[in-house]
């Protein structure tokens, strides 16, 4: 048995990812489709392969040389459509049936099964069919022949499986470029196109950023749940309300399992969404090793982004600051939550490697300037107020800010984003979520994160006591203490500049208008800063935020 597998495209539904990676060697538990595809083949008795090649096409031969199978690849410098490959291939081909199998999907399905159903037949080709309402345009009479491929309604979908008798080049036409469904077309007359139909057929292509994303979802967690193929429709995807990231969340479940993925979309080397994931994966892993309450890391698969972890339920902090009516049971609550922090600071700084780190490897003064200072005055000031007011206006102002935001830290692994929606509480304990963006710098910050919070607003009593309980629990003296809180002061400004602009970006770009209703807190907030810090010190920065 002889197979030719399709992967000389372009991948342009996929672009621009496939601009430097070929289609058929994106993966799927961390393991090539092609790969998949080439075991299948082998596996229900395929014992030679060719492969037509013209995208990248140096790293499917480089790749497939690796690897233990019969496999020739044919590169084509024009490329020559469905039907022209084909015809191109046609000298590797005896006088027996064959395969031809497109690079890009995935399906649980006996392949020996369809290649003695044709040789049984006098067919010149057998089209697996399956019910796919997307693509559903092959019509089938009822003995099984193919009667159009055009059909408008109640046909069904080509899996992109078919098995060839050699007696089909004798109808090929004389050109190179040329489609096989415009051959099978012109030969329905003949009754010798038939369709082998598949109801309970699993199948899915990675053909677009969103069915490849589903496909890599769904095959991590078959392989986590320990499913083979034909089981995976049988897993049940809930998709989760997100936040202000562009991640997505989902809920996997089977039987009375669950486990939570979180997709970071397609991340290829070089780029953002890659330093993301890595930071996740590297960072989550450090902190569960630690004893810091994370959820844990099971699986991932790189470039589709898909990273696999502990389900923690669906309460966050926020949910249960919310609903305490007690004040000492709400200042409890925080309690809590500020020793895992200290714990998250300190034992999370030990071993920690600074190259894990997504941006900067330590809250320095680059990153307050850049990512809290700037990011206040473009993305709230001028662009959602519209204002126009020049960073020189600022500068020296933020730049102190920003000295005083490092001076007197409590150094250690702050999170960077320690707010109520960033805790989740499962079975009464408290967990640290969206770890990513984690680095060495000041306890402080995180205090300030979680004290600030503006999705809870902790009365100003409730925030001082916990400042004290804080302090407390660090040992400090009377020095150290002073240096700290001053130093918590000037985090809670950085951090107060950062989430309005956050809200600001989120609102006016993102679309996300939800995020809109906190930004009056946050200004109220901000002059409260700066007025307790004393405005003489920081006077344009108080006069540009006083009539807001």
Known sequence: MKALILAAGYGTRLLPHTLTLPKPLFTLNSIPVLEYLIKQLAEH?????????????????????????????????????????????RPFFDNAPFFVINSDIVFDLDLSRVYAAHSASDCLATLVLHDYEPFNKVSVDGQGNIQSFDSKTGGLAFTGIQVLSPEIFKYFPDKKVFSSIEVYQKLIHLKKIRALVEKEIYWSDIGTTESYSRTSLLALSASRFGLKQDRIKHIQVQKLAGDGSDRLWYRVSHDHSSFIVADHGICLPDT?????????????RHLFSKGIPVPRILDADQLSGMVILDDLGDTHLETLAKRQKDAPALVKLYQTVIELLIEFSVKGAQGFKPEWACQTPTYSKELILEKECRYFLDAFINSYLNLDVSWQALADEFDYISDQALEGGFTGLMHRDCQSRNIMICKGKPFFIDFQSARIGPLQYDLASLLLDPYVNLADAVKEALLGYTVKKLNLDSIQEKAFIR????????????????????????????????IPFAVNSLKHIILGLNPDRLPKLAKLVQPL
């Open 45 to 89: 008795g395929c014992e030679e392969m060719i492969i037509n090649t013209h995208h990248l096409h140096g790293q499917i031969e480089a790749f497939t040389a690796k690897l233990p199978f019969h496999i020739r690849t044919l590169y084509e410098p024009v490329i020559l459509d469905t039907g022209g490959a084909i015809a191109n291939a």
């Open 272 to 284: 953002e969404s890659l330093k993301q994931l890595t930071a996740f994966i590297h960072i989550g």
């Open 487 to 518: 130093n918590y002061r000037f985090c809670c400004l950085t951090r107060n500049l950062q989430f309005l602009g956050a809200f600001a970006y989120l609102t006016r770009v993102k679309k996300k208008i939800n995020f809109e209703q906190y």
